[in-house]
C-alpha cells in the first residue's frame, strides 16, 4: 500500500521513531513516529483510509446482477452447472436490521424458502422426464453439494474472491476421480450470516451445503472471504458441526489453495458422512507453515 | 414468586411482571436488549419503568433475586457475602434516593468505599439505570480503588495502560517489537498481557517465559499476563512457569461461566496458585479478569435479564477474588449488543460506574469492530469521559490496530493523549522507572527524550549489526 505522505515530515515538529527496523518483526502499525506525543498527520490519515474500506465493505451492498453475470458467462462453470444461479434473501430487510438481528440474518425469507422449494421439484420433475426419457430408473433425488454465495459483513470479499474460488473448486470436483459429484445450482444470498446456507441446503435437499461469506472487515483486510462446510445441512444446525476455512484472499490464504482445502474437507466429509469437530483438516497448507515458525525462545529484546 | 411493578402517570396505569423486567425495561436503549427481547417498548415506558424502578427501596434486591438463589451460584455468593452492617447506612432508601445520596457531599471517598460490601449488584445496575452520564462519571471518581503487584495500580490522578502486544502467530520478534514501541511511549504498568494466537499450555508457557526474560532484563516494575483459559494458567502454574496474573473471561450468571468452562471453585483454584507463587513485590493482587456486556445473551443464559444488569453481576464473581484488574471490553461483541458510539460510550460508562462502586480496579478496553457504528472519535469521546471519570486503566496497542483479534482499540498515543490533557500519570513505581531510563524527558509534562532511551537503543544497534 502506498503512503499518502512519502516526504519526510518536518522534522522540527515530527518525531521519527528511531526503531524502524523493527517493522521487519510484525505488520502492527509499530514506530508511527509523533508530533507532540500525537500521530502525525500521514499516518493519521493512512488508518482513515484503511477504515473507510473496512466501513465500505460492510455498506455496500453486493452486485448481484454482475456477480450472477459473471457466473452464468463463466466457461469453466456452465459445462459442470447448467442450471443459472439461484437468487434469494435472508429474513433481514436490509443492512441496518442484518447488522443488529443475527437471527433473522440466520433463514431465508419465507417467501425465498417456498422458491428454493419450488426449484428443487422442479428440477426433480425435469430430471425424471429425461430419465424416462433415456429409459433409466429414477435417478438420486438428493444433490452432493450446494454452493451457496452471501454476503455477509463484506460485500467486496465476495464481489472479488468468490467467483475465483468457486471456479477451481468446480474444477477439481469434476475432475474427481473418487467421487461423481452431483452440485446444485449456486444459490446467491444477500444479508445472510453463515447458517443461512442450511435453509438453502435444506431446501434444494443436499447432502453437503458450502458457503461462501464476506467475513468480518479487519482494517488491514476488508475483503477476507470465508467457507463453512455443514453435512446434512437443516435448518438449526449447530455451529459445532462446520468446518470452516477463513482468511480467503490473495494476501490471506490464496485461492488455489482455499479450492484445495475446500475439496480435501468435501471429499472427507462425503467418506465420513460428516462435518464438524469429527472432520479434521490434515491437508497441508500456509497456515501451519506459519505456525511452524522458529523454535526460538528468546527475542531480539534480550542482546 | 416474584412481586409485580405498577406505576401510575395521569390515568394511565404501568405493569411490570418482575424486578428483571423492571429494570430491563428501565435500561437505557441498547441492541442487545433489543435482541433479547427485554427493551422498552417504548421511550415512555422506559422512562415509566425508570420512575418505577427510582420508588423501589434497595431493601427489595436483598429479598426478590432477579435469577433464582437456588439455580445460579453468583446468585447465591451475591446474597451469602452481603454484608448488613455495610448496608446499614443507606438500608432504609429507595433506589432514587441513592442517587441523591451518590451524588451528595455525604457519599465521600471514605463513605463510598465503607459501602462496598453492603451492596449488591443490582443495585448499583439498579441506581446506574436512572443516572446520566455526568453522574456516572462524577460518582465513579470519587470512588479509590487501589491494587498492587509489581506496582501500585489505582491511585488518584493516575491511568495505567495494557501494553497488549498481539501477534497473528505469537512470533517472538513481532511481540517484542510491539513491547518496545509500547514501552517507548510509555505503556505498560498496569500489565503486559498478550492474547495468544495458539491457545494451549504450551504456548503459553513459552510466551510466559519471554515476557519475565523481557521485565528482569530491563527491571520493569510491572506484570505479565499470558490471556489463556484458567485452566491452561493453573497447568502452567504446576509445570514451574513464571506466572505472575491468571486472566479469565467472566460472566454474571452461572450459566454464561459454563460456557466459558469455568466455575467458582476453579477460579479459587486458580486464584490459590498464583498466590502460593508469592512473585508480588508491592502487593499480592493476581487475578485480571475481563468482562463486557452481552456475553450472558450469547451464551444464552442471560433469563430475562437485561445485558447491563448481567453485566454488574460478573463484578460479584471478580470481586471474589482480589482482582488486580478488571477490564470492560466494551465494544467488542459487536453491534448486535451494542450497536453505535453512543451505546458503546454509554455501556463504558456504567459498567466503568458499576465497577468501581463494587470496589473493583476497573478498567476499560475502549474499542469497537468495523461492522459497528462507531469510530476513532467516539473512543476519543470515551477515553476523555473515562479519563475524567478516573478510568483505572486502558489498552494500549501500535496504532489503535489488533492484527490478531481484529479490532480497534486504544493506541499508544491515545494513553498519552489521555495523560496530557487530563494531567494523569502513570503507576508511581513505572513512573520513576520511565525517568530513569530516560524514555521521557519530563514524566510531569507527558514530554518524550528525543534520543533513544539506552538501555534499548543497545538491543536496536545490535540488530543493525546482524
Known amino acids: 500500500m502506498s503512503k499518502l505522505v512519502s516526504k519526510p515530515q518536518d522534522e522540527s515538529v515530527v518525531t521519527e521513531s528511531r526503531w524502524q527496523s523493527l517493522k521487519q518483526f510484525t505488520s502492527a502499525r509499530i514506530a508511527l513516529g509523533r508530533t507532540g506525543t500525537s500521530i502525525p498527520t500521514g499516518e493519521l490519515l493512512d488508518f482513515q483510509l484503511d477504515h473507510a474500506r473496512a466501513i465500505d465493505a460492510v455498506h455496500r451492498a453486493l452486485d448481484v446482477a454482475t456477480l450472477n453475470q459473471q457466473l452464468v458467462a463463466s466457461h469453466s462453470l456452465s459445462h459442470v452447472i447448467t442450471t443459472p444461479p439461484l437468487l434469494v434473501q435472508s429474513k433481514a430487510s436490509d443492512r441496518m436490521v442484518y447488522l443488529q438481528r443475527p437471527d433473522l440474518g440466520r433463514q431465508l425469507s419465507e417467501a425465498c424458502w417456498q422458491q428454493l422449494c419450488d426449484a428443487r421439484a422442479e428440477y426433480h420433475h425435469q430430471e425424471q422426464r429425461q430419465e424416462q426419457h433415456k429409459g433409466q430408473h429414477q435417478g438420486q433425488q438428493e444433490y452432493d453439494l450446494a454452493i451457496v454465495v452471501a454476503d455477509g459483513l463484506s460485500s467486496t470479499a465476495i464481489q472479488k474472491h468468490a467467483l475465483p474460488v468457486i471456479e477451481r473448486l468446480v474444477e477439481k470436483l469434476s475432475g474427481d476421480d473418487a467421487h461423481t459429484w452431483s452440485l446444485a445450482p449456486i444459490t446467491i444470498v444477500t444479508q445472510g450470516r453463515v447458517a443461512v446456507g442450511d435453509d438453502v441446503g435444506e431446501c434444494l435437499n443436499a447432502k453437503i451445503t458450502l458457503i461462501m461469506i464476506g467475513e468480518r472487515p479487519g482494517l488491514t483486510s476488508p475483503d477476507s472471504m470465508g467457507i463453512y462446510l455443514t453435512w446434512a445441512p437443516k435448518r438449526g444446525a449447530k455451529d459445532s458441526s462446520r468446518n470452516c476455512i477463513s482468511n480467503i484472499r490473495p494476501e490471506g490464504l490464496p485461492y488455489e489453495e482455499a479450492a484445495h482445502k475446500a475439496h480435501y474437507l468435501l471429499s472427507e466429509s462425503m467418506k465420513l458422512q460428516l462435518t464438524g469437530i469429527g472432520l479434521k483438516d490434515r491437508s497441508v497448507g500456509l497456515e501451519e507453515e506459519a505456525q511452524l515458525e522458529s523454535d526460538a525462545t528468546s527475542s531480539f529484546l534480550i542482546g | ?466
Open chain 2, 1 to 466: 414468586m416474584t412481586a409485580s411493578y405498577r406505576w401510575q402517570q395521569g390515568d394511565k396505569v404501568y405493569h411490570f411482571g418482575s424486578l428483571a423486567e423492571l429494570m430491563a425495561k428501565a435500561t437505557p436503549e441498547r441492541s442487545g436488549d433489543a435482541l433479547a427481547g427485554v427493551i422498552a417498548e417504548s421511550a415512555e415506558q422506559r422512562v415509566i419503568a425508570q420512575m418505577a424502578l427510582a420508588d423501589v427501596p434497595l431493601k427489595t434486591f436483598l429479598t426478590e433475586a432477579v435469577i433464582p438463589y437456588e439455580s445460579d451460584e453468583i446468585t447465591r455468593l451475591i446474597i451469602d457475602s452481603h454484608q448488613l452492617a455495610a448496608f446499614a447506612p443507606i438500608s432504609h432508601m429507595t433506589v432514587g434516593d441513592f442517587r441523591n445520596w451518590l451524588l451528595s457531599d455525604a457519599a465521600d471517598s471514605q463513605a463510598l468505599s465503607a459501602l462496598r460490601d453492603g451492596l449488591t449488584p443490582e443495585m448499583v445496575a439498579a441506581v446506574s439505570k436512572i443516572m446520566r452520564n455526568q453522574d456516572l462519571i462524577l460518582v465513579a471518581k470519587k470512588c479509590h480503588v487501589v491494587s498492587a503487584f509489581r506496582n501500585t495500580i489505582g491511585l488518584p490522578g493516575r491511568l495505567s495502560t495494557r501494553l497488549q502486544p498481539n501477534h497473528p502467530t505469537d512470533s517472538l520478534d513481532g511481540i517484542a517489537a510491539t513491547i518496545f514501541d509500547g514501552l517507548m511511549y510509555g505503556n505498560g504498568d498496569a500489565v503486559i498481557g498478550i492474547n495468544p494466537a495458539t491457545d494451549n499450555v504450551p504456548q503459553t508457557i513459552k510466551l510466559l517465559a519471554m515476557l519475565e526474560e523481557v521485565i528482569q532484563h530491563y527491571q520493569i516494575p510491572t506484570q505479565s499476563c499470558v490471556l489463556t483459559h484458567v485452566t491452561n494458567t493453573i497447568e502452567a502454574i504446576e509445570q514451574g512457569a513464571a506466572v505472575d496474573l491468571v486472566f479469565q473471561s467472566i460472566g454474571g450468571t452461572q450459566g454464561t461461566n459454563d460456557t466459558f468452562g469455568v466455575n467458582l471453585a476453579v477460579l479459587k483454584e486458580a486464584h490459590e496458585a498464583a498466590l502460593s507463587l508469592k512473585r508480588g513485590t508491592v502487593g499480592n493482587n493476581v487475578m485480571y479478569f475481563e468482562t463486557g456486556q452481552g456475553t450472558a445473551l450469547s451464551a444464552d443464559a442471560y433469563f430475562g435479564v437485561d445485558q447491563q444488569t448481567c453485566e454488574a453481576r460478573a463484578y460479584a464473581v471478580a470481586r471474589q477474588f482480589d482482582p488486580l484488574l478488571v477490564n470492560t471490553v466494551v465494544g467488542f461483541i459487536g453491534p448486535e449488543y451494542l450497536f453505535d458510539g453512543k451505546q458503546i460510550i454509554r455501556a463504558g460508562l456504567e459498567d466503568h460506574f458499576c465497577g468501581k462502586l463494587l470496589g473493583l480496579p476497573m478498567g476499560c478496553d475502549i474499542c469497537y469492530t468495523n461492522h459497528a457504528y462507531a469510530d476513532q472519535n467516539d473512543m476519543d469521546n470515551l477515553l476523555t469521559l473515562l479519563g475524567v471519570a478516573g478510568c483505572t486503566f486502558i489498552m494500549g496497542i501500535p496504532g489503535s490496530d489488533d492484527i490478531m483479534l481484529n479490532y480497534q482499540t486504544t493506541s499508544f498515543h491515545d494513553a498519552l493523549y489521555a495523560r496530557k490533557a487530563l494531567g494523569l500519570k502513570p503507576a508511581p513505581e513505572f513512573e520513576s522507572w520511565l525517568a530513569q531510563m530516560e524514555i521521557f524527558s519530563d514524566v510531569d509534562k507527558v514530554r518524550l527524550n528525543q534520543q533513544l532511551a539506552k538501555p534499548f537503543g543497545a538491543s536496536i544497534a545490535l540488530l543493525s549489526d546482524k
